[in-house]
């Protein structure tokens, strides 16, 4: 199995600053890792994946970094805009099948 | 289609009932999967299929929860006897292949009074 953790439940963010969205996984057998965005009564929408034979990905404002060794991996979001506000999750794959974390709502402050 | 489609989107049923949810994934996706999502929770794998094969149904709460994909593409999730704690958003997602990008729908809220 996989079992997933992010580090902050809650993360308020100025406008125009940098965010940064961790999270940790436990199988080191995992090799396919998404971010998704999930706003209020909506599905979770894709943001950008990384395989683990990479240790970063870059976006539309959007990074991922992959660090295999200490089973970590963030997004961090470039200028936050108001249209950011939502609940991020990771998504962990050893397999077939995707873990999720309990996510980190994001509010970003005008 | 273009996404993956659920239906109904909101769902009310009385204590006892039974309902049946609908996915339709996108068109030529071979893997399909049902998430459960409690409020304020991530989402909770019940049931993963490839084609009209139930490859892995270990997520599935109790045996009053039973999914099915006959042709391999739209997939029924069933709950049978409603109880109050099914309430939760049930969600589906798709992928072209196994080990691949999966794509979510809008999700089903049902909500057991």
């Known amino acids: 199995g996989e079992s997933v953790g992010l580090h902050l439940p809650t993360l308020s963010v100025q406008e125009g600053d940098n965010s940064i969205i961790n999270c940790a996984y436990s199988n080191s057998a995992s090799d396919y890792f998404i971010w998704y965005k999930q706003e209020s009564g909506k599905g979770p929408q894709f943001i950008i994946d990384?395989?683990?034979?990479?240790d970063k990905r870059q976006g539309q404002r959007v990074t991922v970094l992959l660090n295999k060794t200490v089973k970590h991996l963030s997004l961090q979001i470039a200028a936050t805009q108001p249209g950011d506000s939502a609940v991020y999750f990771c998504a962990v794959s050893p397999g077939n099948q995707f873990y999720f974390g309990t996510g980190t709502s994001l509010t970003v402050i005008p | 289609g273009a996404g993956v489609s659920q239906s109904p989107r909101y769902k009310v049923a009385k204590r006892g009932q039974d309902v049946a949810l609908r996915c339709d994934p996108i068109?030529?996706?071979?893997?399909l999967f049902w998430y459960q999502q409690a409020l304020g929770q991530g989402p909770e794998f019940l049931t993963y299929f490839q084609n009209e094969a139930q490859l892995d149904k270990s997520g599935l709460p109790s045996d009053r929860f039973f999914a099915e994909r006959p042709e391999g593409s739209v997939s029924t999730l069933k709950i049978q006897r409603t109880q109050q704690e099914d309430s939760a958003v049930y969600l589906c997602a798709s992928s072209w292949a196994p080990g691949n990008t999966i794509y979510f729908g809008e999700g089903s809220w049902l909500t057991v009074v």
């Open positions: 068109s030529g996706h071979v893997s």
């Open positions: 990384i395989r683990s034979n990479m």
